[in-house]
């Protein structure tokens, strides 16, 4: 779980952005902003995606499309951006507890659905051990509708 600066709003989440024109796909645009925003380097053939789309107004009134991914770190190690204050490591009831907005616990939802299902949990290259992370909205993608 990632919290924003209080400049940013002060909310807890996950990585989010948008898919700029560079990006080739929603999946680029989220393995670009996951290592942006935490410093965590990921293939975007290693995401998974959840399947659908989430629509959202966000709170400037601005309406997106969530693109949302899952994926297995291989290292606790995080190196957040000036945009985030902290980040926690949270099992799924605490993540869903402490999340600001109910589209974030839906998103948990869907993805924890997804991993209840063995042959599509993300697998990590190497040893050690696994987290199942979540990165929506254009970390997801987020495209304009």
């Known amino acids: 779980m990632l919290t924003k600066v209080p400049a940013r709003g002060g909310w807890t989440?996950?990585?989010?952005?948008?898919?700029?024109?560079?990006?080739?796909?929603?999946?680029?645009a989220a393995a670009r902003e996951l290592a942006e925003e935490t410093g965590v380097e990921c293939d975007a053939e290693r995401l998974t995606p959840i399947p659908g789309t989430q629509d959202f107004t966000a709170l400037d009134g601005t309406p997106y499309r969530e693109h949302v991914f899952v994926f297995a770190v291989e290292s606790d190690a995080v190196r957040l951006s000036p945009e985030h204050a902290s980040y926690r490591w949270l099992a799924?009831?605490?993540?869903?507890?402490?999340?600001t907005f109910d589209g974030t616990r839906a998103i948990l939802d869907r993805a924890l659905a997804l991993l209840r299902?063995?042959?599509?949990?993300?697998?990590?290259?190497g040893?050690?051990?696994?987290?199942?992370?979540?990165?929506?909205r254009?970390?997801?993608?987020?495209t304009r509708p």
């Open 117 to 125: 299902q063995p042959r599509r949990r993300p697998s990590a290259r």
């Open 13 to 28: 989440g996950v990585v989010t952005g948008k898919v700029e024109p560079s990006d080739p796909s929603p999946a680029a």
């Open 138 to 142: 254009t970390a997801t993608g987020v």
């Open 127 to 136: 040893q050690g051990r696994s987290r199942s992370v979540i990165s929506n």
């Open 92 to 99: 799924p009831a605490a993540a869903r507890a402490a999340f």
